[in-house]
């Protein structure tokens, strides 16, 4: 698609303020949980307190006589399908029969107050059958253990061979365990929205999502409506981060305003929060680089596994983009990986910010670091000698056919100015790890510096046409040409509103943009994750505005000219049995360098300096775009640092934001960000997304560093206080997962004929 | 039980459940949902308002502590069309994503500014540490601080 930018005063490549800045600083911006109407009741869940159980009987009686209380649902109730889920429908609404997670819906409450609700779902009384849980991925791989699905506990295994890595000669090899933890997103906002039943007999539902239309194609069947009587519009977006891809609130508040004829607004509070959306997978990975004297990697071999928790969600998906990563941005002739993500009774995993591939690269720059250490050779060197460029074949076969600039990026990491050092003695003692804590005089201080390089793809993979439509339309107002975008792309607070208004700015040379409330009434924009919406629905509303501009050319705007135009990426293709084929449509590269102080004797770290390099295609939003770098920096360094959902007896043991700590200002260090723009062929303006990268290479970039500053092993994300004091001895293993049986590459309910969700849709569109 | 609180020069008489907090007052009695409720133990600042001129959290605050106080909200800055220095600072600097975090972190920033005109990063890292953002990293929230403190200086 050829495109001419016109530089207009806040159009592509400026930094335009947001669409939606001036209601979020003035407060009146309008969150799902700040959602009411008139005569609304309050929803409210009842959750299982067992990680696995037999549910015997539940008595709603008490409950249903409550003060307040309009209504108390449980699976008897449910009035068609009975199970939802992202990809397969294998998560049941309600518990029906078993439990088997703690914090899974066992019955739904609607009340006058939330109080009321509350109360009301402490007097149901549910008898539980304990069951012996499945809470460790390894245990879940025993042909002999308990079962979390009959059908048994591996939810997908991806096999990927290339080249012959059983008969690879070698200079060297390294071999490394790698663990990191159960992450939560953690967005502010909470899961929350307002149901309300429609005189047609169908809903109107407003909520803060990820994905309009595939939050519908869930719902629908499971009230048994067809899906347009099933109207969603977007609420206000407290942060995402992949938590919102799943379906929470939506199901139980329309099946509870269905059930009254009354609205039903639901907001969890921040404890039911931890419990009602997926988390990041917890990983295990065995890695083994092998390598010629001179540096060049001959051969990679990996082993990785991935707790999915109960439910399938986007697992399939996560296990499949991190198994394609697994020997990082480097050209490897030989490969082997084995990856495999089992159920357990922990709580479900799904979408988080990378995506399977933050948990990768901790893997693969640690082990990289290892085998520059054993050769001698600089680790960034190593790296360089190794790169990935257009053309680099991939361990699936893949070629890659756009950009790859991973020298560019690594280079111009290089050159960004190291941070001065500073003196170990007299310092504000708020310069010291801890801080503000006030606990070090700069005793037993040491500095460390560390790189990573990773890379993630961009849109959905493996075959999916993940397609985006958008409107547009320019109309003449009282002060000359306005227009407005029609979309159903949601925005989370990334920014994505504001560049696509810049596209029409720039496209049609008009100032006035106005972006319409996102709604089920226009077509899919698919999803937003995968670092995906800047390319499909900017490449959307770039066609709909290159259509106006045909209009236009035949004469001067009187009437109103809309256009709507649909885009699809490039097609790819599912894995064959030996996993190779041409899955993901492109990739963004990053590189980042983390400085650190580690105080030696009490554990604690201040991050001095993070610099990040990102691969952009082309900078829509400067200012929008290191934004997205500091943000998902931060995010990752959480993970690094502080960050690990802690699990006992499959139950989250830190639900609060007390107890489960993210980065504050504090604990934030200055970052500088630069881009590499080299424009990605096919792609809109040459883009290519930006919001994961930082997020895949910063954890294992701060690791790195704490290792450098105190000599240990360190093969656990986040490295807390224990491990670097050294009272927490690292990760050990006692050998690879075992690879299971399993009938191919896809997903095990795909054999079973499980519904497909995602696919479904997409295949419904292609019909 | 009733009581009478003045918030955002508004009087009220208000009869309240003795176990709600200010920000249930604050957003479903007295419909200010600027406010926000992230965390409900005080721990990430979304809530912050001022209680007889003292920053809160609003969440930790009992609803019948408002009795016979003042109380100001995010909703008391700026007037009319016009944002405070400190609103239009983080649209600026483009301090603002997702924007959950924003209206208590503006309040946090405009108490720190009422203070202390000219802030360090230190300074400003310490009065906001109990203000909690997933989205922007803080940088661009610390650049904000500093162009509002520019801007209210000139």
Redesign the interface.
């Known amino acids: 698609m050829s495109t001419t930018v016109v530089p207009t005063r806040s159009g592509v490549g400026t930094?335009a303020?947001?669409v939606?800045?001036?209601p979020?600083?003035?407060?009146?911006?309008?969150?799902g949980?700040?959602l009411d109407a008139e005569n609304s009741l309050w929803g409210f869940t009842l959750r299982s307190p067992y990680a696995s159980a037999r549910i015997r009987s539940i008595d709603v009686s008490a409950a249903r006589r409550g003060e307040g209380v309009a209504a108390v649902l449980t699976a008897d109730d449910l009035p068609a399908r009975r199970t939802f889920g992202l990809e397969f429908c294998d998560q049941p609404i309600l518990g029906d029969g078993v439990v088997r997670y703690v914090g899974e819906p066992v019955a739904i409450v609607a009340a006058e107050s939330l109080?009321e609700a509350r109360q009301a779902a402490l007097a149901i009384v549910v008898d539980y059958e304990p069951l012996v849980p499945v809470t460790d991925m390894e245990e879940a791989l025993r042909p002999d253990g308990p079962r979390v699905h009959d059908f048994g506990n591996i939810l997908r295994h991806v096999h990927i061979v290339h080249g012959e890595p059983d008969s690879v000669e070698a200079d060297v090899w390294v071999e490394g365990y790698y663990e990191t933890a159960t992450q939560d997103?953690?967005?502010?906002?909470?899961e929350a929205g307002l149901a309300v039943p429609a005189s047609d007999g169908g809903i109107d539902l407003y909520v803060a999502t990820q994905w309009l239309h595939v939050d519908r194609q869930q719902i629908a069947p499971c009230l048994g409506l067809p899906e347009e009587k099933v109207r969603i519009t977007l609420a206000?977006?407290?942060?995402?981060?992949g938590s919102r891809e799943d379906v929470h609130m939506q199901i139980h508040a329309s099946l509870l305003a269905l059930k009254t004829g009354r609205p039903v607004r639901m907001?969890y509070?921040?404890e039911e929060s931890f419990h009602g959306h997926v988390h990041r997978h917890p990983s295990r990975t065995w890695i083994r680089y092998g390598a010629m004297r001179d540096g060049r990697l001959v051969a990679c071999d990996v082993r990785l596994l991935l707790d999915g928790g109960a439910y399938a969600s986007s697992s399939p998906a996560v296990i499949s983009n991190a198994s394609t990563f697994a020997p990082g941005p480097y050209e490897v002739p030989n490969v082997r990986v084995e990856g495999t993500v089992v159920y357990t009774n922990n709580p479900p995993c799904g979408a988080m910010r990378g995506f399977g591939a933050p948990q990768l690269c901790f893997a693969y720059e640690g082990a990289m670091d290892e085998l520059a250490k054993k050769l001698g050779i600089e680790s960034l060197e190593l790296r360089l000698k190794n790169a990935l460029h257009t053309g680099s074949v991939l361990p699936t076969g893949q070629v890659i056919t756009g950009t790859a600039p991973v020298r560019e990026v690594i280079e111009k990491l290089q050159a960004i100015p190291m941070p001065p050092d500073e003196p170990a003695s007299g310092r504000?003692a708020?310069?010291y790890p801890g801080g503000?804590g006030n606990v070090s005089r700069g005793e037993s201080l040491r500095r460390g510096v560390g790189y990573a390089v990773g890379y993630k793809n961009i849109a959905y993979s493996e075959g999916f046409d993940d397609a985006a439509e958008a409107t547009v339309t320019l109309r003449l107002g009282p002060d000359g040409p306005v227009a407005s975008i029609r979309t159903a792309a949601v925005e989370?607070?990334?920014?994505l509103y504001t560049v696509l208004a810049q596209i029409v700015r720039s496209e049609l040379d008009v100032e006035d943009v106005v972006v319409e409330p996102a709604t089920t009434e226009s077509g899919s924009a698919g999803s937003t994750s995968a670092s995906r919406q800047t390319t499909m629905s900017g490449g959307a509303v770039l066609g709909a505005c290159a259509e106006i501009k045909q209009e236009l050319a035949k004469g001067p705007l009187e009437e109103p000219i809309t256009r709507t135009y649909t885009y699809h990426h490039r097609p790819t293709t599912e894995l064959d049995e030996h996993g190779q084929g041409d899955p993901h449509v492109g990739f963004a590269f990053a590189a980042e360098r983390a400085v650190v102080e580690v105080d030696a004797e009490l554990g604690l770290v201040r991050v001095v300096e993070i610099a990040a390099v990102q691969d952009a295609g082309r900078v829509m939003n400067p200012?929008?775009a290191?934004?997205q770098?500091?943000?998902?920096?931060?995010?990752g360094l959480g993970l690094a640092l502080m960050e690990e959902l802690k699990l006992g007896d499959g139950a989250v043991r830190n639900a609060?934001?007390?107890d489960y700590l993210?980065?504050?200002?504090?604990d934030?260090p200055?970052?500088v960000s630069e881009f590499v723009e080299v424009p990605e062929p096919g792609a809109p303006f040459g883009v290519k997304g930006i919001g994961e990268m930082a997020t895949v290479v910063v954890t294992a970039a701060v690791v790195a560093a704490l290792r450098d500053a105190t000599g240990l092993t360190l093969n656990r994300a986040p490295a807390t206080p224990e491990d670097l004091v050294g009272i927490r001895p690292p990760a050990t293993t006692t050998g690879p997962a075992p690879v299971p049986d399993v009938p191919g590459q896809k997903a095990i309910p795909e054999y079973l004929g499980m519904g497909l969700g995602q696919q479904e849709l997409m295949k419904a569109r292609e019909q | 039980m009733k009581i009478h609180t003045t918030v955002n020069g508004l009087e009220h008489e208000v009869d309240v459940?003795p176990?709600a907090s200010l920000l249930a007052l604050l957003?479903d009695e007295l419909g200010?949902?600027?406010?926000?409720?992230?965390?409900?133990?005080g721990?990430?600042g979304?809530c912050s308002a001022w209680v007889d001129g003292e920053l809160v959290c609003s969440c930790l605050v009992p609803a019948v502590q408002a009795d016979g106080a003042v109380v100001r909200?995010?909703?008391s800055?700026?007037g009319g069309d016009r944002?405070h220095a400190v609103?239009?600072a983080?649209?600026?600097?483009?301090a603002?994503?997702?924007?959950?975090?924003?209206?208590g972190m503006?309040v946090a920033a405009v108490d720190l500014l009422e203070r202390n005109p000219e802030p360090s990063d230190?300074t400003?890292?310490?009065a906001?540490?109990?203000?909690?953002?997933?989205?922007?990293?803080?940088?661009?929230?610390?650049d904000a601080v500093h162009l509002a403190a520019a801007e209210l200086a000139s």
């Open positions: 930094s303020r947001r939606d800045g001036i979020k600083v003035t407060g009146a911006f309008a969150y949980s700040d109080e997103q953690a967005a502010l906002g909470p206000g977006v407290g942060g995402a981060f907001s509070g921040r504000d708020i310069s503000a989370y607070g990334q920014g200012q929008g290191t934004g770098v500091e943000g998902g920096t931060v995010m609060s934001f007390t993210i980065p504050t200002i504090l934030a200055p970052i | 459940w176990g957003r200010l949902s600027g406010s926000k409720n992230a965390c409900e133990q721990e990430c979304s909200t995010v909703e800055l700026g944002l609103q239009d983080f649209l600026a600097t483009g603002v994503q997702c924007g959950f975090c924003t209206p503006v230190e400003i890292r310490e906001l540490a109990g203000n909690l953002c997933r989205c922007t990293g803080y940088q661009k929230i610390l």
